[in-house]
């Protein structure tokens, strides 16, 4: 989905600086030509270098699918780990969601897992079966595995989470995602988990792109009325702060 977006994205950027240099055709390009030109063309670059590596990341997933997405409080992990299942599930693709919150550290991460599903089985088995149905209908199942770092005792991650990953190995048919808040990393995760070549760390950073639009959208969504300022402050790409904000705005209004 993002690579699309990226792809439309570059696209569109390219038919502008098409339309435009068809538009100076022949004519002499003042300095504030060359100057919008020399925009379009590094929006161009980025479009197409964020193509490149997302089709890189994409790659090695698909290789090494064992995921780890990680990022501020508030920027939208879970709600992307949530809209992921509902949409994987609505396409009839087995996937499986969980929250960290409950796991316990008295036993493993696998035994959690087995505990959290109320299954009569070990991991070992549950994983064969899972592992047979991707392999059967030619797509991974997907364990999603949200807020790592709200399990009580996050020790439980820092010290068996490897374990995990190299036993994951073993089970083609089968992806993980795990996500975490970027300021308890080093509380819950190995430190030389970023040098693990079975394993894709990714950033979420919430909204990106034009914040004006974002607040508007926001703005439109709560029936407020949209700011006549430009909006400067990166507090607003946080969907949660956004959120907040919003509601803040709405109850003030009432």
């Not at 879970?78 to 409950?102: C, Q, V, W, Y």
């Not at 995760?189 to 639009?213: A, C």
């Not at 974002?214 to 607003?236: D, G, H, M, Q, R």
Request: net charge positive; hydrophobic share 40%; with cysteine.
């Amino acid at each position: 989905h993002i690579v699309e977006l990226a792809e439309d994205a570059k696209s569109k950027v390219h038919k502008a600086i098409d339309k435009f240099k068809r538009e100076l055709h022949g004519k002499e390009y003042s300095e504030d030509s060359q100057r919008a030109l020399s925009i379009l063309y590094s929006y161009y670059n980025y479009f197409d270098r964020l193509t490149r590596v997302i089709d890189r990341k994409g790659l090695y997933l698909s290789n090494h699918p064992f995921l780890i997405i990680y990022g501020e409080a508030g920027c939208g992990k879970s709600h992307m780990f949530a809209d992921t299942a509902k949409r994987r599930i609505e396409k009839g693709l087995p996937t499986i969601l969980l929250h960290a919150r409950n796991f316990s550290s008295d036993i493993t991460i696998e035994e959690n897992i087995v505990r959290q599903l109320k299954l009569g089985v070990n991991f070992k088995d549950l994983m064969y079966s899972l592992n047979r149905i991707g392999l059967q209908i030619n797509s991974r199942v997907l364990i999603l595995i949200d807020a790592i770092n709200e399990t009580r005792q996050r020790d439980l991650w820092r010290d068996n989470v490897l374990g995990l990953i190299f036993e994951m190995k073993k089970y083609p048919g089968i992806a993980f995602a795990l996500s975490v808040r970027d300021t308890y990393m080093d509380d819950t995760l190995p430190k030389q988990i970023s040098q693990n070549s079975d394993v894709t760390l990714i950033e979420h950073k919430g909204f990106t792109g034009n914040l004006y639009d974002i607040v508007s959208a926001f703005c439109i969504s709560y029936k407020i009325k949209t700011p006549n300022f430009p909006i400067l402050n990166p507090e607003f790409g946080n969907p949660l702060f956004l959120h907040m904000v919003c509601r803040v705005v709405k109850y003030k209004m009432n």
